[in-house]
């Protein structure tokens, strides 16, 4: 009895690597899709840094990040700056709020980091360089002032505005990949230590 036990539980194991291989290429696939997708979001604003201050225009209303784009391992001015951003119609200044996760996008050769969101309506708005960083900034700025003593090269930067995408999905489609590349991984190996033909 143990044995035809044995025996059923081994045509499982057998089975197994059909399960989840493809599972894994799914999961991969998808990950990778909207990964990518999200890091190609359409940018709808750049200034560089040294202006300080420039006009941009909002064609719906939403929420928005203000992110800091630049050379790769080349040392960023965060904790030297605020935001300031007024609506031109009304004069009114908008609510901008620190964006906690830092969400951050990778190129070859360029970096981005979401450093602010804000919510605004239709219209134009102007974007004003301030001296007033907030708590986060400050304290990454010293962290980084310990770790490089290099001076900023201020040309390398740039402010971007893009449409604000939940953190949530890109860690969702972070832990897609890391599952789908354990299952696909995992099939493998099972299906060579059983023999089973791929």
């Known amino acids: 009895m143990e044995h035809i036990e044995h025996m059923e539980y081994m045509q499982y194991i057998e089975y197994l690597p059909y399960l989840l291989i493809p599972l894994g290429l799914f999961l991969l696939y998808n990950g990778i899709k909207y990964t990518l997708r999200f890091a190609k979001s ?9 202006n300080k201050e420039g006009n941009f225009q909002l064609d719906e209303s939403g929420t928005y990040g203000i992110w800091l784009s630049g050379k790769m391992f080349t040392k960023a001015p965060i904790g030297e700056f605020g935001f300031a951003i007024v609506n031109e119609q009304t004069g009114k200044r908008i609510s901008i709020m620190p964006s906690i996760m830092r969400t951050r996008v990778n ?3 360029n970096s981005r980091i979401e450093l602010y969101t804000f919510s605004a309506n239709a219209g134009s708005y102007t974007l004003s360089l301030t001296n007033d960083p907030s708590l986060l900034d400050t304290v990454s700025g010293a962290l980084g002032k310990v ?3 290099k001076a900023v090269d201020y040309t390398q930067f ?3 505005i893009y449409k604000n995408k939940p953190t949530i999905l890109l860690f969702l489609c972070t832990w897609l990949i890391i599952l789908g590349f ?3 991984v995992g099939g493998i190996i099972l ?8």
């Open 107 to 109: 190129g070859f050769t």
């Open 191 to 198: 299906a060579v230590l059983t023999g089973t033909k791929i």
């Open 42 to 50: 359409k940018m709808l604003f750049e200034m560089p840094y040294v």
């Open 158 to 160: 740039s402010i971007q």
């Open 182 to 184: 354990f299952s696909f």
């Open 147 to 149: 770790v490089s003593k």
